[in-house]
């Protein structure tokens, strides 16, 4: 059973930035593809941004392509998300999640993955 651990949340004014680290407990990081969701209150769960095994590929949700960037350290078994100019829509709870699934391209439906964090919360004050 892998255990994911998200940190990195909290209360910026819009236009800060923030960067949410997930590390992950298990030997086997390296063969998972990561993805981060994001759930607004009254809102399904999105996946924001995902990742490759390798991090060489990535992918983005409209809305924060350009202001946020997933990369991974497979060494320290973490993938972090950058999240710049940031929004009040920005304003959720985030989650990161690890896909077993063999893939080439990232994972972005929620189905397709495996492991997920306990989420940490953003909250982005105009």
């Known amino acids: 059973q892998e255990q994911l651990v998200e940190s990195g949340g909290g209360l910026v004014q819009a236009g800060n930035s923030l960067r949410l680290s997930c590390a992950a407990s298990g030997r086997t990081f390296s063969t998972y593809r990561m993805g981060w969701f994001r759930q607004a209150p009254g809102k399904e769960r999105v996946c924001v941004a995902a990742?490759?095994?390798?991090?060489?590929?990535?992918s983005y949700t409209d809305s924060v392509r350009g202001r946020f960037t997933i990369s991974r350290d497979n060494a320290k078994n973490t993938v972090y998300l950058q999240m710049n100019s940031l929004k009040p829509e920005d304003t959720a709870v985030y989650y990161c999640?690890?896909?077993?699934?063999?893939?080439?391209?990232?994972?972005?439906?929620?189905?397709?993955?495996?492991?997920w964090g306990q989420g940490t919360q953003v909250t982005v004050s105009s």
């Open positions: 999640a690890a896909s077993l699934r063999a893939g080439l391209i990232p994972a972005t439906q929620e189905n397709e993955y495996d492991y």
């Open positions: 990742i490759t095994r390798s991090g060489l590929r990535t």
